[in-house]
């Protein structure tokens, strides 16, 4: 899937990044790094408001907690899941495993998994996943 990221003001300091949704300072690690880089995207490209977009929270299942990355909420209901990884890592069976519990979880719509070079995306229908090829392809 491609994705056309702008060059995008994104505060950083002394090793920390700026968290517009939650707003606060965070330590700026590659992964929170793609993180607020789809922050800024959704925020500044898509036009998304910040009132639906969720930042790792914690959802549980079977007395185990998760802590997924990005949730974007469309008239309340979890509507696009986001898992992240750090460039560096490849989006693999296993990453697509770990970010499949929580899609399961939460009963979302589109699942989006990005180590901010690569992005895959898929999209659950009535019976199975069907692969997306842009991100055009979720009505935000």
């Not at 009132?51 to 997924?68: D, G, I, M």
């Not at 979890?78 to 979880?105: C, G, H, M, T």
């Not at 989006?112 to 009505?139: A, R, V």
């Amino acid at each position: 899937m491609k994705i056309h990221f702008q060059k995008y003001q994104i505060r950083t300091q002394q090793g920390q990044i700026f968290d517009e949704v939650r707003k606060k300072w965070l330590v700026a690690t590659p992964e929170e790094q793609v993180r607020q880089l789809w922050v800024h995207y959704l925020l500044h490209t898509l036009k998304v408001p910040i009132q639906q977009l969720a930042l790792e929270k914690l959802v549980s299942q079977n007395k185990k907690e998760f802590r997924f990355d990005l949730l974007y909420f469309k008239s309340t209901k979890p509507f696009v899941l986001f898992e992240f990884k750090r460039p560096e890592i490849p989006l693999d069976p296993n990453a697509l495993l770990q970010a499949s519990i929580y899609f399961e979880i939460l009963d979302c719509t589109f699942l989006i998994l990005s180590n901010g070079l690569n992005h895959l995306g898929w999209q659950k229908t009535d019976t199975t996943f069907e692969p997306i090829l842009s991100i055009e392809d979720i009505n935000f």
